[in-house]
């Protein structure tokens, strides 16, 4: 008994003891497995990184060469566009010189002369016929005309960089004129400033700058209908629209009654004019002074300043501001301005004391007014335009003749550059003293 109890006991350690092993090997397993499923996690996360960072360099190598080809697509589109602009520069040019060309031809210059000589004594005629008959029309009529003529100016003077002249005072009343008439018709105040600046400084500019009724000159018409057009429009609101109309329409005529406060309404002409002349220096004077300097802009001031026989030229000499040789200083524009403020006091005065209270005053006024530019246009006519318009016409249709016959010798070749010189400097002559008596109308 004692010997199979002791061969149990030893029975029973051996199988504890393979137990025990079997049970190392198991965990021993364990452990192994277990390390190499943490390596090959390690290895599949390192990969995965790999594999997204490969996939962003992608998608950026990608962004990349398409950021490039829209960058090549724009500046193959930009060059496009440039070499499509040049295109149409180039033949806007060549439309332009023919244009040019074309409105130089004798034909041309007739029929638009003739044009404008039809448009202006039908606008001289049918004007005073609507303000007698249909006087509620007028400010309509003055209206269209005004924006069709001061744009036309302001883009023909664009091109021939007068366009500075369009800020000068007289197109500043026109612009009053206008937003009195559409806008604030119930204000006494501006109603006022452009009743006394029309008939003033305004209409007696025709007298002093030698405005002409030239009807075959757009310019000259224009010029004309600029410094008549408002104080008749104003006038024919102020004496011969009805009362009924006026307090309809424009109240603030009804509101003033028979007469002008001179106090008041020389006092708000003059802040009016204050503030035109501040924003003139500032713009023009001050904030272009370069281009005016240097010449490439001209402005009403300077021409005047620079005319050595002109009226202001003497007077500042006489005053011992600089002599004519001087050049224009700051002095001279000073006194420039000063003699033009001073001018449109006096000539605001008659309009308190007479024209407004008297419409027989106020007629006389207008009709002397627009005598004068009759007379000025007919001296025109007889003195400078019969024989240098017909001289013009005839050499240049005397070249256009020479230069049109095939089997001209080298005579008829030198007599037709001859020609062309002769009739080039007629022309010059002809628009440098047009553009003369524009600057003074402006």
Known sequence: MTEENNLKDETNISDDESRKDSSNTINTGENSSDENLNEEEELDFYDFLEAVSDKIDNITTQIEDRREDSRQRLRRTIDDLEAQKRLL??????????????????????TRDKISFTVGVANACFSPLIAGRWPHILPLVYTYQALFLITLRFLIYKRKSWHYFVYDLCYFVNVLTLLYLWVFPSSKILFTVCYTLSHGPLAFAIVLWRNSLVFHSLDKV?????????????????????????????????????????????????????????????????GRRDKVARGLRATSYT????????????????????????????????????????????????????????????????????????????????????????????????????????????????TSRTLRKSSQILINNSENNRNSDNKKCS
């Not at 520069?89 to 007739?110: A, D, G």
């Not at 050595?308 to 301005?337: E, H, T």
């Not at 007479?354 to 006024?365: P, Q, S």
């Open 303 to 414: 021409w005047l300043l620079a005319d050595k026989n002109g009226f202001v030229s003497r007077l500042i000499q006489k005053f011992g501001f600089g002599g004519p040789n001087d050049g224009i200083n700051r002095y001279k524009v000073v006194f420039y301005f000063f003699l033009q403020f001073g001018y449109m006091l006096l000539s605001i005065l008659p309009v308190c004391l007479w024209y407004y209270r008297n419409m027989y005053v106020n007629v006389i006024f207008l009709c002397s007014i627009f005598a004068v530019s009759v007379y000025n246009g007919a001296s025109f006519y007889i003195d400078v335009f019969s024989r240098r318009y017909i001289k013009s016409l005839e050499l240049l249709q005397d070249h256009d003749e020479v230069e049109g016959n095939d089997g001209a010798s080298s005579r008829q070749s030198v």
């Open 89 to 110: 520069k180039t033949q806007l040019q060549q439309r332009i010189q023919v244009w040019s060309e074309n409105l130089k031809k004798p034909n041309f210059i007739r």
């Open 222 to 286: 224009t010029s004309l209908f600029i410094h008549m057009y408002p104080p008749l429009t104003l006038f024919t609101l102020r004496w011969l629209l009805p009362i009924e109309l006026q307090r309809e329409r424009y109240p603030a005529i009804v509101h003033i009654g028979s007469s002008l406060h001179t106090k008041t309404a020389i006092f708000y002409t003059i802040i009016f004019y204050l503030i035109w002349q501040l924003l003139y220096y500032a713009f023009i004077v001050y």
